[in-house]
C-alpha cells in the first residue's frame, strides 16, 4: 500500500496548486516563518538580512508552495488508494478528511492537513541563525570571529551581520532542499519510509526538506569556520602577503569557502 502511495505521489507531484486558495496558503505559510524568524533573530538583523518583511516572504513563499504541492500529490495518491480504509481506522478517504452530509470537501481538508504537518516538520527542523553565530564565535574567539564578520572600523557589527548572511543562505538551502526533495519523492519508492515520521507518513516531505536544509547549513558553518582557520594561520605566518592577497580577513575567509565548496 505505502508502495503504491508513493508511486502514484510520484506521477502527481508536479499537478498545479489551485491558483487563488494556494497563493493565499502559501502566503501566509511564509508570512509565519519570517514572522518566527524576525522573533528568533531580532528586529535589527532581521533589517540586515531583508529590506522589508514582504521580501522575507517573498524568498519564503517558494518553500510553501512546494509543500502545498507535495500536499496535493499525496492527497491524489491517499484518495486513489484501494487499501486507504484498511490504515485509517475503516475510514474511506471521504469519511476520513471530509465534514458534512456529503463529505465534498476531503480533498480539500486532505491538502490543508497534509501541508500542515509537512510545514510544522520543516519548521521544526529550521536552524536559529542567532544560535549559528553565537557557535562560530565560541568555536573561533571573539577577535578572528569579528575579523571574519565585521564590516566597520571596529568590528562591533560582527554579530548582526553574521547573523543576516546565516538567515539569507538558511531560505536559500531551503529553497534548494525542497527542489530536491521534490524530485526525490518523483524518483524513490522508499521516499514516505526514509523521511516519514508521523502516524501515515505524510510528513515526510517536511522532514526531508528540514533535513536536507540542516545538513547543508551546519556544512557551511563548518566551511567558515575551517576558512576562518586557515585565514588566521596564513595571516599570522605571513602578514604583508595575507594583505596584498586578500586586502581583508573577510574576504580571504569568503575565499576559502568558496574554494572548499568547489573541491
Given at each position: ?79 486513489a ?31 490543508s ?17 542567532a ?15 569579528n575579523?571574519?564578520y565585521?564590516k ?16 539569507k ?17 518523483q ?26 536544509a ?50
Open positions: 500500500m505505502k508502495r503504491l502511495i508513493v508511486l502514484l505521489v510520484a506521477a502527481a507531484v508536479l499537478a498545479p496548486v489551485a491558483a487563488s486558495a494556494g497563493a493565499t496558503a502559501n502566503t501566509t505559510s511564509a508570512r509565519l516563518d519570517c514572522t518566527k524568524l524576525r522573533a528568533a533573530i531580532g528586529a535589527t538583523a532581521f533589517g540586515q538580512a531583508y529590506s522589508s518583511f514582504g521580501a522575507c516572504v517573498s524568498r519564503y513563499a517558494p518553500v510553501e508552495q512546494q509543500v502545498t504541492v507535495s500536499a496535493q500529490a499525496t492527497c491524489t495518491a491517499q484518495q488508494d484501494p487499501n486507504f480504509a484498511t490504515t485509517h481506522g475503516g475510514k474511506t478517504f471521504a469519511q476520513y478528511y471530509g465534514s458534512g452530509k456529503k463529505e465534498r470537501n476531503a480533498f480539500g481538508n486532505c491538502v492537513t497534509v501541508a500542515k504537518a509537512n510545514s510544522k516538520s520543516e519548521q521544526q527542523g529550521r536552524v536559529n541563525p544560535r549559528t553565530c553565537r557557535s562560530e564565535r565560541t568555536q573561533l574567539g571573539t577577535s578572528t570571529f575579523a571574519t565585521g566597520n572600523s571596529n568590528d562591533r557589527n560582527a554579530f548582526g551581520k553574521c547573523v543576516s548572511a546565516t538567515a543562505a538558511q531560505v536559500q538551502d531551503e529553497v534548494s532542499a525542497s527542489s530536491s526533495c521534490k524530485s526525490s519523492q524518483t524513490d519508492p522508499n521516499f514516505a519510509q526514509t523521511y516519514g515520521t508521523n502516524a501515515d507518513l505524510t510528513n515526510a516531505f517536511g522532514k526531508c526538506v528540514s533535513t536536507t540542516s545538513a547543508k547549513s551546519n556544512a557551511q558553518e563548518h566551511a567558515v569556520v575551517n576558512a576562518a582557520r586557515t585565514c588566521k594561520g596564513a595571516k599570522k605566518s605571513d602578514p604583508s602577503g595575507f594583505n596584498a592577497k586578500y586586502g581583508s580577513f573577510g574576504k580571504c575567509v569568503s575565499a576559502q569557502v568558496s574554494k572548499s565548496s568547489q573541491a
